[in-house]
């Protein structure tokens, strides 16, 4: 299982939970499960997610692997000027 | 200093790379040459015009546009009519052509083209519009009340539980941090507080928004313009007039500016349409005023700040409230500002909660680091109050609370290698921090962080039969990066960068590349011109390895040079890329090294700012004498163009931070849309801006690259308000600091004998 950590506004769209333990090896599965538990989360994805796993920042990467020891962040869409 | 021992990127020795070469489009730039968004014509092209409201907020009742096409000269009108719902991009649809209502003074409501540019003026005030003028809101707090006028009707605030039955002007609500706030504050001897406020500062490009479109009869587009990212206004606009995403070609002018104000569209789509309608070419430029009306400054800001310590300046809380408003049009930067807010610091209480608003002012667009800026300005004041209560000098108080390199962040993950500490050390031993002060001066100091982003790339390079190199990339050249990409280039081939020529190539050209924001370029295209250039070398060594009749991995790129890989692979000559190039045809064809990725690994940076300013007691004004920027490179490609973006950030912060602001009349109106009475800093505004490449490297880069663009801009108002409140002997809590806001300040508290 892995831990992801929910931040800011992807929280309130996954029903305020902080934290969810899902079986994924990559980016795009804990999006997905994440969808499974929380129907309202998949337009928030479908908008952009950042994840950053082990401190490094990915950007719509859905096959950047994770491991049960990764830390992984779900973090709003980033985009700068 | 950092231990290149201990660091496998540092320790490479660069040949090209971290030199100052001219830049490839530097000679066309001084002489005129370079063909901007406005430079590029097209036979039988005609001038398409924009008809603006005059209202702050108004319904859009009706639109006769009989008379004005009546007008010989006249060959299309386009309006609301003319552009089909579009759920996906609802906002941007509204935001290039009122719709239902008018939402700010410079909202479009049609676009004329003419054959010329009198004509077209003609027809815009033969339009005849009908508005039902409704009440307006222009303050983000006043936006924020009950009962203010409501900008949308279905706008209700996410983020928020419950969520509530009726509509506001406020879009969503954020909320970041980790630990306990409230323990955090028990635990301090000290505790500030403060409320700020900032005012609206535009990106403030020279060149104004342009472009020239053309369609044919048989539904194909092709649209010159300036932007910051020419496959962006492509989907835009295919999107906007129901077009295939293949039959629109956009290609890049030279850009005159951009800072993040470049990376939508505002007239693309309306000049599309109006070519279309016509079937001529239709050529758009904004005038100055319209660029302030009707293109996106960036937010104006209220904010409250709360910081508490101990009594040997270990913070133990930190909490804010950030209140951004982004015009008219959900999506302000403020999640980013209440996630940059305290990310210099490692913290275990902290929260920060960001309201985005609506008021009725032109879409905000994003401008360098989105909403870092305002919410450092606020938190680093507090940080330096902080220290004169405790009387810990404020380089030492940074130092002591840094993040650094397995902190956790204040914005949730922990930091991997990171150059705060760097900079502040670097502060420190610079010889400005100890310089003696003169009367009426205050030195001020801060810190920044940005992000920085990697993202879609593509890029494609092409040995050339005399073994130059033609370079592709598809990210606009708003830095040098076209210089930037050419050394990397060079440095990975082994060749010369006179040999290396790097192009912005058009959109039917190359896959996808993301916007030429987020710091990314040099990172981003860099990382893609290294691995392209890595993939020609492999090409380059099978060819070599054919000639020589030796196994293609028996085949070593060393200095620009095929050779064997050892004494056993046999005994040829060394063939240079030139001499591999010559015969390519012969050996198996063209040679060209591409890739194509979502780049990631992209390295946060950090930025320090000093800055000594003098303030004049009779008229308030304040002006910067001395400034030096730190900042973490990662690399520096090009010395010369990283130091001219902290240069850049910090010119532009002292416009941000000393005069710069929209003002708005009672009637909602802008009065001051011009350079005039929108005063962005001038070269007798500034002293020299110093700078320091701090050069951490970035491991997510293969030569330690960090983006460099944004950062600069994070510290400086922080920097400036507290060197003119050192000097002034007043706390200085609202942007733009202009001389009567400053006397105003000094008389109070003159008058009131304390600050």
Redesign the interface.
Known sequence: MVKV?L???V??AAG?AETVEVEAKNVRQILDRIGELHPGFKDRYDEGVTV?I????????WF?PVTEDS?V?L??Y???? | MLDKTKDPVAERDFKVVGTRPVRPDGVDKVTGRARFGADISAPGMLVGKVKRSPHAHAKLVSIDTEKALALPGVKAVVTRDDFAENKKQCDVLRNIMAREKVLYDGHAVAAVAATSATVARKALKLIEVEYDVLPHVIDVDEAMKPGAPLLHDDMIT??V?PEPETASNIA?R???GHGDVEKGFAEADVVVERDFKTAAAH?GYIEPHACLASFTPDGQGELWCCTQGHYAIRGFCADLLGMDISKLRVTASEIGGG???K?TVFLEPLALALSRKTGRPVKMVMSREEVFRASGPTASTSSRVKVGATKDGKITAGEAEFRYQGGAFKGSPV??G??CAFACYALENVKTVGYDVVTNRPKQA?????GAPMAAFAVESVIEELAVELSIDPVELRLINAAEEGDQSS??????RIGLVETLEATKAHEHFSAPLGPNQGRGIASGY??????ATSVSLNIQPDGTVALAVGTPDIGGSRASMSLMAAEELGIAYEKVKAIVADTASLGYNEVS????VTFASGLATIEAARNAKKILCARAAKMWEIPEEAVEWVDGHARPAGANAGDFEPMSLADIAKVAEQTGGPISGHQEH?A???GASFATHMVDVEVDPETGRAHVVRYTAVQDAGKAIHPSYVEGQFQGGAAQGVGWALNEEYIYNDDGRLENPGFLDYRIPVCSDLPMLDTVIVEVPNP?HPYGVRGVG?TGIVPPMAAIANAVSAAAGVRMTELPMSPPKLLKAINAKKANGSA
């Open positions: 950590v931040w800011g506004s929280r309130a305020g950053s082990d401190g490094q920042i990915y950007v719509d990467d950047q830390e962040y973090l709003p980033l985009e700068g000027g | 996410k983020g539980d969503q954020y909320e970041f990106q800072f993040g104000g990376t999640q980013f209440a996630m994003a401008y360098r680091a989105p914005f949730g993950p922990t930091f991997p940005w992000f920085n982003f990697g993202g924001h987020g710091s990314r979502n990631s690994g992209a997510g944004e």
